[in-house]
């Protein structure tokens, strides 16, 4: 399926994929429209002191990191949803998420809420409840003992410093000693000192290692929640785009499915993607017309639909081997497509254009060209469908053959009516049969149109095919299935039949460019008054066309 085939579907389709995409856009619109807003709040906490370390080594670092994701998973425990729930006194919490940032010992947890306030609260009470967790947390019977270690680092502290200030006294006079006795005493006495400040140092180190003071199992608060102002959403315009494009998505794809599903040929581009044969002008929906103007290239030759006959007559004459088409073939997949109908008008608007043509309705069983004539049908084409014409000369067949006949008021054209037989069947058409006939007929007329039974319901068109030039096939658009239109291709290669082309019949005429252009002209008239029977719709390949005059624009093309 090329682009220009899915363009089409669209284009068919363009109710329903405008109408779900709407249908969805306000849908969702409607549902947004009626939510609260929604706030989030932050709060931000630190695994240990690493970071206010200058030097700190590879192993913190990684520790600290494990730990932050541990505490995010302990965040969303239960017990932890429950004890915040109690302290703030809730039935339930909030959306919440607990995670760790990338590469780092933060670890976030995000509130979101329609409630700014409790959103602030929750995110600010769940790291509470994860700092209580840790062991370094303070413990209400280990207050007595922290204030008394905090009593006892200090005095150490004020003790490493009176020891720091003794030594660099001692060592300052120890510069200035000259006596060997007073050298010795005050290298002592600095010796003294000096194991005086390192067992002190160890000692506050050693005390220091049992406080939180350094510890990288700790957690601290480093950015607490705020109280949000600005809503994070819904964000309606969003929301509202996305539901609109889910629902132009689907609605493209229940177009494609549905046409998926949809095997029958409507367009000229449908003929076109299911078989290599050329496809002809197409002949629009002639409406609900009498038998009497059936034929309108007889009663209203300036009309859209003669016009249309005219461009199909130019594409059979223009197509490649044209120059050597004498016999042509006219058939459709299945009954009641026009074949018929596009017989009987082609057949004069070829006459109109100069040309000698002879028109035979090949269909025993359901003939159509004596009733769109208006020609008694006693005597026919059946008649010479006998063993005697294959062995006998073509003088003899033509002559047989023009009692049969009957000529019309186009000059040049004749209708041999199908007659009547009483075995009608395929086995009346012998291939050598219907060859002697053609071949008596076809250096006397410049066309012989054959209108042959459906291929689909008879052998007949398959016989009659394979012994003339072209054949041209009809179909009805919006009626004839792909499978059948296939088929029927099928069946007439099976022989030598030539196909020419494909013509659609019954198009709508407001889904085709070429009669959108058309209308876009006035009506023309032929210069002396209106058509006559024996008027001629254009100029057609012999120079006899008719004159055209309008009052604006230019005469509709189409005519050679």
């Not at 000692?203 to 601290?220: E, H, K, Q, V």
């Not at 315009?237 to 029958?264: C, E, K, P, Q, R």
């Amino acid at each position: 399926m090329n682009l220009n085939r899915i363009l089409s579907i669209f284009l068919k389709w363009w109710w329903l994929l405008l109408g779900a995409a709407a249908l969805a856009g306000i849908s969702s619109y409607l549902a947004v429209s009626r939510q609260a807003p929604v706030y989030q709040a932050r709060t931000v906490l630190v695994l240990g002191s690493t970071f206010e370390n200058p030097n700190p080594s590879g192993n913190e670092l990684n520790l600290g990191q494990q730990l932050a994701a541990t505490y995010a998973s302990i965040a969303n425990m239960r017990i932890v949803r429950d004890e915040t729930m109690a302290v703030l006194g809730l039935d339930a919490l909030p959306a919440y998420v607990a995670r760790t940032l990338p590469n780092s010992q933060l670890l976030e947890i995000v509130v979101t809420d329609s409630n700014p306030q409790r959103a602030q609260a929750v995110a600010n009470e769940l790291a509470n409840q994860l700092i209580r967790r840790s062991p370094t947390a303070p413990q209400p019977e280990d207050e007595e003992r922290e204030a008394f270690v905090n009593q006892q680092l200090a005095s150490l502290q004020a003790n490493i410093e009176q020891t720091e200030s003794e030594l660099e006294a001692k060592r300052l006079e120890l510069e200035g000693a000259f006596s060997a006795r007073d050298i010795e005493r005050l290298e002592r006495e600095v010796a003294t000192l000096e194991d005086k400040h390192r067992t002190l140092q160890a000692n506050f180190s050693s005390l220091l290692a049992n406080t939180g003071r350094g510890a990288i199992n700790t957690l601290s608060i480093i950015e607490p929640a705020s109280l949000p102002t600005r809503p994070i959403g819904p964000a309606r315009a969003m929301t509202v785009l996305t539901a609109a494009t889910i629902g132009l998505v689907l609605a493209a794809g229940a177009a494609l499915f549905l046409d998926y599903l949809d095997d029958t040929v409507r367009t000229e581009a449908d003929v076109a993607a299911i078989t290599d044969i050329p496809v002809l002008p197409g002949i629009p929906d002639f409406g609900d017309v009498s038998e009497g103007r059936r034929l309108v290239m007889r009663t209203d030759a300036l009309s859209l639909t003669a016009e249309t006959f005219r461009a199909l007559h130019t594409a059979i004459r223009t197509s490649p081997g044209a120059h050597a088409l004498r016999t042509l073939l006219v058939t459709s997949p299945r009954p009641n497509e026009g074949k018929s109908l596009i017989s009987a008008n082609l057949a004069l608007t070829m006459a109109q254009g100069g040309y000698r043509v002879l028109l035979i309705d090949g269909d025993l069983r359901r003939p159509m060209q004596h009733k769109l004539f208006g020609l008694p049908n006693a005597l026919g084409f059946a008649n010479l469908l006998q063993p005697w014409v294959i062995g006998a000369s073509a003088e003899e067949v033509r002559r047989e053959l023009h009692q049969l006949m009957r000529p019309q008021p186009e000059p040049g054209l004749f209708v041999l009516t199908s007659g009547r037989h009483k075995d009608a069947h395929a086995g009346t058409f012998s291939f050598r049969t219907i060859q002697a006939i053609l071949d008596a007929v076809s250096a006397e007329y410049d066309y012989v149109i054959l209108d042959s039974p459906p291929v689909l319901a008879m052998a007949d068109a398959v016989i009659l095919g394979s012994q003339v030039d072209s054949v041209l096939l009809i179909t009805s658009a919006g009626s004839i299935r792909r499978g059948d239109l296939r088929e029927a291709i099928k069946r007439m290669r099976e022989t030598t039949a030539h196909i020419l082309g494909i013509a659609l019949n019954r198009l709508d005429p407001s889904k085709n460019n070429y009669y959108t252009y058309y209308n876009e002209y006035e009506v023309l008239e032929e210069v002396g008054g209106p058509p006559n029977g024996n008027g001629r719709g254009g100029d057609f390949g012999r120079g006899k066309g008719m004159p055209w005059r309008r009052h604006k624009g230019t005469a509709p093309s189409g005519n050679p």
